[in-house]
């Protein structure tokens, strides 16, 4: 199975001169968190990381320094959903993985999981419960959701290619655009299975998100 990491943001909320791709945990830069995982994962074959052009020679800076092998930066797209089209045209395996490189906190237990759950579904996600009351409205509330339905959904996931690329060829025609592959695949058919997700499965997007995973590294 080939996998995709997704790096190519400008990572703008964390107020940095630099993509949050190249933030410091622990003196490590973000994005090599994921790839060393994947690089020693035994069902992954090969792993194409989409990147900012513009740091591109960061990316393989790093990835020389790190030594981790079997990886091929490619150039991302202008938004989440056009990175991942372009990830896919380089895919050779019936399925695929896709990450975040801005989720560090995952570990070979976690992908195992995920992998063993790929029975006869079109995508696989990983789900935790929503905790939080949730109500839709702009200054007034409209109407309430029933939260015992609600997930959030992380990453990593698994698809099978033909019918993800299918669902991005679709949704590129309609000028349609998902937050994330599971909600792509859904809307035009699949068949999308939620598996347990993680609460340790934090994405970065602030700096107070990497300060807490610096807390969980040192657990």
Same mark, same amino acid.
Do not use: W
């Given at each position: 199975? !080939?996998?995709?990491? %997704?790096?190519?943001?400008?990572?703008?909320?964390?107020?940095?001169?630099?993509?949050? #791709?190249?933030?410091?945990?622990? /003196?490590?830069?973000?994005?090599?968190?994921?790839?060393?995982?994947? !690089?020693?994962?035994?069902?992954? *074959?090969?792993?194409?990381?989409?990147?900012?052009?513009?740091?591109?020679? %960061?990316?393989?800076?790093?990835?020389?320094?790190? *030594?981790?092998?079997?990886?091929?930066?490619?150039?991302?797209?202008?938004?989440? #959903?056009?990175? @991942?089209?372009?990830?896919?045209?380089?895919?050779?395996?019936?399925?695929?993985?896709?990450? =975040?490189? $801005?989720?560090?906190?995952?570990?070979? =237990?976690?992908?195992?999981?995920?992998?063993?759950?790929?029975? !006869?579904?079109?995508?696989? @996600?990983?789900?935790?419960?929503?905790?939080?009351?949730? $109500?839709? /409205?702009?200054?007034?509330?409209?109407?309430?959701?029933?939260?015992?339905? %609600?997930?959030?959904?992380? %990453?990593?996931?698994?698809?099978?290619?033909?019918?993800?690329?299918?669902?991005?060829?679709?949704?590129?025609? *309609?000028?349609? =655009?998902?937050?994330? *592959?599971?909600?792509?695949?859904?809307?035009?058919?699949?068949? @999308?299975?939620?598996?347990?997700?993680?609460?340790?499965?934090?994405?970065?997007?602030? #700096?107070?998100?990497?300060?807490?995973?610096?807390?969980?590294?040192?657990?």
């Amino acid at each position: 199975m !080939d996998a995709i990491i %997704l790096a190519a943001g400008s990572g703008l909320r964390m107020n940095s001169n630099i993509p949050k #791709q190249f933030l410091r945990i622990k /003196g490590k830069p973000l994005f090599i968190y994921s790839l060393e995982l994947f !690089d020693k994962c035994s069902f992954i *074959d090969k792993i194409y990381i989409t990147c900012n052009k513009e740091y591109m020679h %960061l990316y393989n800076e790093f990835i020389s320094m790190y *030594d981790i092998k079997n990886v091929e930066c490619i150039e991302g797209g202008s938004t989440r #959903q056009e990175s @991942v089209y372009r990830a896919l045209s380089f895919i050779n395996t019936p399925k695929v993985m896709i990450h =975040e490189a $801005a989720r560090p906190l995952i570990d070979l =237990e976690f992908m195992n999981s995920i992998f063993s759950s790929d029975l !006869d579904a079109d995508g696989v @996600v990983p789900t935790i419960p929503v905790k939080f009351t949730v $109500a839709i /409205g702009n200054d007034f509330m409209e109407s309430e959701l029933d939260r015992s339905k %609600l997930h959030n959904v992380q %990453l990593p996931q698994i698809f099978n290619k033909e019918i993800l690329f299918s669902a991005h060829e679709k949704a590129l025609n *309609d000028n349609y =655009e998902a937050t994330e *592959d599971g909600m792509l695949v859904f809307h035009y058919g699949g068949r @999308v299975k939620f598996v347990d997700g993680r609460e340790s499965n934090i994405k970065v997007t602030t #700096q107070l998100d990497i300060e807490l995973i610096e807390n969980l590294l040192k657990l």
